[in-house]
């Protein structure tokens, strides 16, 4: 692509770098706050994973314990009857220009459905664990689709600021060196030519 070189070319290109600089650095700002959020939600989600995973296998192990008291039948047939019920608000917010999901669940009070008498009372604190445990699960998802949502917006603003850092922005400067260097060349020449036709003229006159 050929270059104009005019004055108003080298100051749009010195316009542009600027531009592209003050971009540069927002973006840069812009990056790092991701990572700081992004960092702060992958301990979080650490966290979170560790609590409910622990807080599972206790569920699990309670579970296991209501088979001691009433047979795989009975149970399955616990399980049909039960009309249990959780709704789930599904919001978002902004964080950093990147939209991220807010999960909220709700367990309306309902009848279990099975019969109370003929169940043991292991088999309700066994099922109240897990209701318990779906609205961590729940909070853990929105902190995980978060993070990973992060991650996609970090790499993209990652390659953008590699791309003005590493290719758009010196080649500005190439530019812009390139004009200022041809315009003064162009100067010199134009001086050069001047005091030659001011000697003609000088000497045509003596």
Known sequence: ???????????????????ARRGHKLLKDKRDELM???LMLVKDTQKRRGSVEKEMAEAYARFSGVRAFISKQELDEAFLCSNGRMELECTS???VGVEVPILKVSSPQ???GYSLVTT????DNALMKFA???EKLVLLAENEKSTELLAVEIEKTRRRVNALEHILIPQLEDTARYIE???EEMERSNFCNLMRIKGLMEEAES
């Open 1 to 19: 692509m050929s270059i104009k070189l005019t004055r108003m070319e080298l100051l749009n290109t010195r316009k542009r770098l600027r531009l």
């Open 36 to 38: 700081r959020q992004f």
């Open 93 to 95: 917010k902004n964080m």
């Open 110 to 112: 309902q009848d279990v």
């Open 120 to 123: 043991p009372m292991e088999l």
């Open 132 to 134: 318990e445990i779906v």
């Open 181 to 183: 260097m041809k315009l």
